[in-house]
T-cell receptor, first 109, second 113 residues
Framework: GQSLEQPSEVTAVEGAIVQINCTYQ??????LSWYQQHDGGAPTFLSY??LDGLEETGRFSSFLSRSDSYGYLLLQELQMKDSASYFC??????????WGAGTKLIIKP | DGGITQSPKYLFRKEGQNVTLSCEQN?????MYWYRQDPGQGLRLIYY???????QKGDIAEGYSVSREKKESFPLTVTSAQKNPTAFYLC????????????FGSGTRLTVV
């Protein structure tokens, strides 16, 4: 089977940096995706890591270590609009996504 | 503008009724997906279709049915056999196997009354 574990909630301060971790156990792993979802809204694609290392896109970066079955999403210069749930998802051999339960990011002024 | 349109945004169903959720995309994407999301949980795959006139069951297909008669359309029917249908339903599409990003519709919130 496949499963992804991420913290249920993370709290940070506006302007700070926060890291959301994701560990996975999968029978066939092709890459780790990250999505953002605001309350009541649709998930939006943030990033995808197929290879080890760091991928940077503006204020957001995503990291993958296949040997450790671990990845994280790093958000810098936090803004109030970043308050949302963040999901990691594993891409399997059929390009289907297996989703983690999501991490709710709470940002305080 | 290209995107995925889901309708209705809110839907109320009586016990024993079948209801159909609409999903239309004008992105020319090959693959389409239906997910169910319950509060505080991740997305669970109901059905997916990679080409017209073909679809496969996901992890929680029981009590649901789909069709893919046109590339643009992938409607989901929630049947009376689905005992706990109250949830947020999301439709998504993806261009091809090489494109890793999924595009989502804005969702339909189904409530049983």
């Amino acid at each position: 089977g496949q499963s992804l574990e991420q913290p249920s909630e993370v709290t940070a301060v506006e302007g700070a940096i926060v890291q959301i971790n994701c560990t996975y156990q999968t029978s066939g792993f092709y890459g780790l995706s990250w999505y953002q979802q605001h309350d009541g809204g649709a998930p939006t694609f943030l990033s995808y890591n197929a290879l080890d290392g760091l991928e940077e896109t503006g204020r957001f970066s995503s990291f993958l270590s296949r040997s450790d079955s671990y990845g994280y999403l790093l958000l810098q210069e936090l803004q109030m609009k970043d308050s949302a749930s963040y999901f990691c998802a594993d891409m399997d051999s059929n390009y289907q996504l297996i989703w983690g339960a999501g991490t709710k990011l709470i940002i305080k002024p | 503008d290209g995107g995925i349109t889901q309708s209705p945004k809110y839907l109320f169903r009586k016990e024993g009724q079948n209801v159909t959720l609409s999903c239309e995309q004008n992105l020319n994407h090959d693959a389409m997906y239906w997910y169910r999301q319950d509060p505080g949980q991740g997305l669970r795959l109901i059905y997916y279709s990679q080409i017209v006139n073909d679809f496969q069951k996901g992890d929680i297909a029981e009590g649901y049915s789909v069709s893919r008669e046109k590339k643009e359309s992938f409607p989901l029917t929630v049947t009376s056999a689905q005992k706990n249908p109250t949830a947020f339903y999301l439709c998504a599409s993806r261009e091809s196997a090489e494109n890793y990003g999924y595009t989502f519709g804005s969702g339909t919130r189904l409530t049983v009354v």
